[in-house]
């Protein structure tokens, strides 16, 4: 065997053994992320948050007489707020506990918790996936924008095929029409006034949990 020979074998094992070892990390990096999204604090944290969003719920009201089950609360400032600080991971998980509790309530049948569902994966789910790429204030408000064009477009779409053909029946298509701007308006008041808990208590609230984490 040459020199040369040796050296190109030396070479080749040393990049395999470069290789498994930067796999090898990848993976710990893999476990230590996903232990760290499920430890017991933040598991915790995670569970006051639902419990929390679950009890402001029940402090909802109508806005409009004519769409009286469009009502307004307030709880998607805490998951939104949770799932910034814990991650869109625990943040979706504490959005369905949230609507799994209020089928206990509510006579919608689960529509009602359907559209809610969505409407928290446009407004909570879609800005905390923004924002575990790029924190910061900055970003929570770009997050808090598309979140809330995602949550307009969301509720339109469930309105128009779903909400209204369900309730309304074949006139449905007729009275969302006649209605859209009052659906728009609402989801716009429901996006800002949730939007601005959101960043009142944000700052306030990381620095408390962040001890906590």
């Known amino acids: 065997m040459t020199n040369e020979q040796g050296s190109i074998e030396i070479r080749s094992e040393h990049e395999e053994q470069e290789e498994q070892t930067k796999e090898l990390k990848m993976k710990n990096e893999k476990k230590s992320g996903a232990s760290r999204t499920f430890s017991g604090r933040r598991i ?5 948050f639902t419990a929390a969003a679950f009890g402001v719920s029940w402090l909802e009201f109508p806005l409009f007489p004519t769409l009286d089950f ?11 707020i949770g799932a910034y600080m814990l991650g869109p991971t ?9 609507q799994l509790l209020r089928l206990t309530i509510t006579r919608s049948f689960g529509v009602g918790e359907i559209a809610n569902l969505i409407a928290a994966a446009c407004f909570i789910i879609v800005p905390s996936l923004i924002y575990r790429f790029k924190k910061g204030l900055p970003t929570v408000f770009i997050s808090l924008a598309v979140g809330t064009v995602m949550l307009i477009l969301g509720s339109l779409l469930f309105n128009r ?10 006139a449905g298509k007729q009275v969302f029409y006649a209605n859209i701007w009052l659906i728009v308006l609402f989801n716009l008041i429901k996006a800002l006034s949730n939007g601005a808990i959101t960043l009142l208590l944000y700052k306030r609230l990381k620095k408390l949990f962040n001890k906590m984490l």
């Open 44 to 48: 915790a944290l995670s569970a006051m």
């Open 70 to 80: 469009l009502k307004l609360d307030f709880s998607f400032a805490l998951l939104l």
């Open 90 to 98: 625990l943040g979706g998980i504490s959005v369905i506990a949230v």
């Open 161 to 170: 095929f779903i909400t209204f053909p369900l309730f309304i029946g074949e």
